[in-house]
């Protein structure tokens, strides 16, 4: 069964710097987007993609955050300069139309 | 949306059913039903959805009462690989899902 890849699954980065997560969707998929979750806490929502812009956000996701679709596969999210509290799993999903949402398994991100 | 009400855990006895209830008594007409779950901080992981039938599929059963105010997904045999946080959201027209805290349930042997 197809489904969508995360990479990589944990990043290590110091506060500050700038960080790409990358997801490789499934491959026939039109909409695509971008959750968190706080270690304890509900999984939220950040932002969804389509026809190469972004379609709806949350508050969370503010200026330091940014989403690309370099290429016909990829799709990324970009943390420009990360602080402590962006520390989270990351996930990843992508759907077709009227379809459900399908998630990868996610990054671990961790600010030092 | 509108807003779900889960149990914040429950155990179920391996073999059997596990029929984890769901209230969302602000529903509206055009909003559908979709439950996820998630295995230890795996990504979560679709299993169903409704908008107003009762639907099955190789992983569960959907029940939506009537009113549409409430639902019951059901997993017929339930082993313990089911065990997991199991989320009921109700999405309209938004792309977004909302989750809450889920149902927290244990399977036990």
């Known amino acids: 069964e197809p489904e969508v890849t995360q990479t990589p699954s944990h990043q290590v980065t110091q506060m500050g710097q700038e960080v790409i997560l990358r997801c490789v969707p499934i491959?026939?998929?039109?909409?695509f987007y971008w959750y968190r979750q706080i270690l304890g806490q509900k999984v939220e929502f950040l932002v969804s993609?389509?026809?190469?812009?972004?379609?709806?956000k949350s508050e969370i996701f503010d200026d330091q955050f940014s989403v690309e679709r370099p290429d016909g596969s990829n799709f990324t999210l970009k943390i420009r300069s990360t602080k402590l509290e962006d520390s989270a799993m990351y996930f990843c999903?992508?759907?077709?139309?009227?379809?459900?949402?399908?998630f990868g398994d996610g990054t671990r991100l961790s600010i030092l | 949306d509108a807003k779900t009400t889960q149990p914040p855990s429950m155990d179920c006895a391996e073999g059997r059913a596990a029929n984890l209830p769901c209230n969302h008594s602000?529903?509206?007409?055009?909003?559908?039903v979709y439950w996820y779950r998630q295995i230890h901080s795996q990504g979560p992981q679709y299993i169903i959805h409704?908008?107003?039938n009762n639907e099955t599929n190789e992983m569960a059963s959907l029940i939506i009462t009537e009113d549409r105010k409430s639902s019951t997904l059901i997993l017929p045999h339930a082993t313990l690989r089911d065990t997991a946080v199991y989320y009921c959201?109700?999405?309209?027209?938004?792309?977004?899902?909302?989750f809450g805290k889920g149902t927290k349930l244990t399977v036990n042997p």
């Open positions: 999903a992508s759907k077709n139309w009227d379809q459900p949402q399908h």
């Open positions: 602000t529903i509206s007409g055009n909003e559908y």
């Open positions: 959201i109700v999405r309209s027209g938004s792309e977004k899902l909302v």
């Open positions: 993609f389509y026809n190469n812009e972004i379609s709806e």
């Open positions: 409704g908008l107003k």
């Open positions: 491959s026939n998929h039109l909409y």
